[in-house]
């Protein structure tokens, strides 16, 4: 299977064969036979896909295009090459993926002051969070109490979002190694703030803006650490002052946690602002009690994306899946209610709904779903807070007594996970960051490496995140994962303390040893961070920089455009990365030689962008190179590589 040949992109057959999580197999077969349209129904549909919007070759930044790049015409109209086109339309992904984190953030930061000012009925929780943050920040804290300090750091996590004039950031000063402050001054990429860089970049690529592609580049960079320190590590950091520092807990996950005699919730998106109010709503007596009169013998709560991360790494609620097994969960017809917040909400997950009468909930302005019931959190003003969160539990349980019970197949797979990996509880079970670098350079564990990010129906589905991990772990590498890729691994029954098992037999024994499995879940998409950190944390405690350590950045199955700004994150602090598929990541046009049959007799050709990405370009910049490699196997077999090269020049065995 090479992606990019739309002839071999993967059917269903494939899926069918390779999808690692049997429940997921299971609902895809049922609802096929049940006629309910699906992901693979409209990919399949869709084939072939233009072949130059798969390459990054199409340009629509203005109306007199749509212009396509091609040997006929090696040009659009205003005269953009490929490289600019290819350029723009990476640096655009960027931005959309750094305004949505940038969303997300913004509503969380905001709750904080609310909280603070006492019009939300939220009580801070991470007080730990707040005074770390107020010393970095240095703030003056004298004679100040929790609320005081809190809503200063968030003011400070505010204008990080927003500011328009030159400045450091907050965040980056903070916590960013100075190695790589130096680095970052010296190209010229140090950021104003979130909303500036998405705007300058949006102007950089518009008609008869920036013609350099080069620039374009840094740009990407530049809007990167915007997206790295302002959404990423303010979502997470927020998150953590509003609800806690994750600590670890052993749960239950996978399609089997829905129960047919209970009442089966399930919330998905991204913000777990609404639905911690939600989630007390619906374990307060009086919904328990409604839930009974109902005829449901309890209620399940299950988690979906980044919002079901949230829940399962501060309270061990069970996860389900993924945004590509969104429709599958509702297809268990077990559903009694689904409540969205924002992103990664697709509108096939309503069309699934309708066909099994789950009541579909949404909770946020930005993420309108038509025929759904909305009961929006307005982060300014949450007056109504607590009696809309109960509105909501109430109507999720109420929709038991309504639902045709006669379609319900739930596929009784449940798994074992261990979730909650904080940074913070990740140094505390290896004994510190001193600790943990004394078995990366005696060799008990090989590297660490973060395998992160979406799915796509350009691999099939999950067969990638699961074959790449299991590899990795078996030759001695410690996982941490986040997003969509966490749900695939959760429901392998990688994340299990048992999954030890299938490690190096010295990755395995110190797994062993500490009771903890060898692939670390540590929460949603935002809290990438606290991989980051401890990269960061490490390469310092080795006094080396972070692009000479035994590191790597992984997303086997990207899809939404927010990805990207994960891996130039990372690529920024000289961490490499592999990706599974290249889009929107530039790529050459692929010629087959001639007879071809198989991936090798493809010649790749190149290009400045993927010279840049892949070869020196970038390298030469930040230490760090992105490689594109769809065949799981292949891509671990690259990731030990470069793993083992990082070691053997740190003289590590
Ligand atoms: Fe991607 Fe973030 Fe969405 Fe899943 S949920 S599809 S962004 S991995 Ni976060």
């Not at 920040?137 to 003011?155: C, R």
């Not at 997206?227 to 399609?255: D, H, R, W």
């Not at 490490?538 to 992984?554: I, K, N, T």
Request: proline share 5%.
């Amino acid at each position: 299977l090479y992606p990019l040949l739309n002839a071999e992109m993967p059917g269903r057959e494939d899926v069918l064969e390779l999808t690692p999580n049997r429940a997921s197999k299971e609902m895809l077969e049922h609802l096929a036979e049940q006629g309910v349209e699906t992901f693979l129904d409209r990919f399949e549909a869709q084939q072939p896909q233009c072949g130059f919007g798969l390459r990054g070759l199409c340009c629509r930044m203005c109306q007199w295009g749509p212009c396509r790049i091609s040997e006929k015409a090696p040009r659009g109209i205003c005269g953009r090459d490929l490289n600019l086109v290819v350029m723009s339309n990476i640096v655009r992904a960027l931005v959309a993926g750094l305004a949505a984190h940038g969303r997300h953030a913004h509503e969380v930061i905001l709750t904080i002051i609310e909280a603070a000012e006492g019009r939300a009925n939220f009580k801070l929780k991470g007080e730990q969070r707040v005074w770390e943050l107020a010393e970095k920040f240095q703030l003056d804290t004298q004679g100040k109490d929790l609320s005081a300090v809190a809503k200063e750091v968030a003011f400070c996590l505010l204008e990080d979002l927003g500011r328009m004039t030159a400045g450091p950031m907050y965040m980056l000063e903070a916590y960013a190694p100075q190695e790589r402050k130096q680095i970052w001054k010296r190209l010229g990429v140090l950021p104003r703030s979130a909303s500036y860089e998405v705007m300058e970049t949006l102007h950089m690529t518009t008609l008869g803006g920036c013609s350099d592609w080069t620039a374009l580049a840094e740009q990407e960079l530049r809007s990167a650490l915007a997206y790295c320190y302002s959404t990423l590590f303010g979502s997470s950091m927020a998150t953590e002052i509003l609800f806690g520092i994750p600590k670890p807990k052993i749960t239950q996950v996978n399609y089997g946690v829905l129960k047919e005699d209970h009442v089966n919730i399930l919330v998905h998106g991204h913000s777990p602002v609404m639905v911690e109010k939600i989630l007390e709503k619906i374990n307060s007596p009086e919904i328990q009690e409604l839930a009974r009169t109902v005829g449901a013998k309890g209620i399940v709560v299950g988690g979906m994306c980044c919002t079901g991360d949230e829940l399962l790494a501060r309270y061990g609620i069970p996860t389900v899946t993924n945004i590509m097994g969104q429709e599958l969960a509702l297809g268990t017809g077990a559903v009694d209610a689904v409540v969205v917040d924002m992103q990664c909400v697709i509108p096939g997950l309503k069309i699934v709904a309708d066909c099994f009468g789950t009541e579909v909930i949404t909770t946020c302005n930005s993420n309108r779903i038509p025929g759904a019931t909305h009961i929006p959190f307005d982060a300014e003003n949450p007056a109504n807070l607590d009696e809309d969160a109960l509105k909501v539990a109430r109507i999720a349980v109420e929709s038991f007594a309504k639902r045709d019970r006669s379609k319900i197949r739930i596929p009784q797979v449940t798994t074992k996970a261990m979730a909650g990996w904080s940074y913070e509880a990740i140094k505390d079970v290896f004994g510190g960051t001193g600790e943990i670098l004394r078995l990366l350079r005696e060799g008990t564990i090989k590297g660490i490496v973060t395998v992160v990010g979406c799915n796509t129906p350009k691999v099939p589905y999950e067969y990638n995140h699961v074959t790449i991990v299991r590899k990795l772990i078996e030759s001695g590498i410690l996982v941490t994962t986040t997003g969509c890729c966490s749900h695939a691994l959760l429901n392998a029954g990688l994340c299990a303390p048992e999954a030890a098992e299938y490690a190096s037999s010295s990755l395995k024994e110190l797994c062993q040893q500490l009771g903890i499995p060898p692939v670390l879940a540590v929460g949603g998409c935002v809290d990438n961070t606290r991989t980051l950190r401890l990269f960061i944390d490490l390469a310092e405690e080795a006094g080396v920089s972070l692009a000479d350590m035994p590191f790597m950045f992984v997303g086997p199955e990207p899809g939404n455009e927010k990805t990207v700004g994960q891996g130039v994150s990372f690529l920024a602090h000289g961490v490499s990365n592999l990706v599974g598929f290249p889009a929107p990541i530039p790529v050459p046009v692929p010629k087959l030689k001639e007879n071809a049959e198989t991936h090798d007799d493809l010649d790749p050709g190149i290009n400045d962008i993927v010279d840049f990405f892949g070869g020196e370009g970038l390298y030469e910049k930040v230490g760090a190179k992105v490689f594109t490699e769809p065949y799981p196997k292949l891509a671990a077999q690259t990731i030990r590589m470069h793993i083992r090269r990082k070691r053997l020049a740190l003289g590590w065995k």
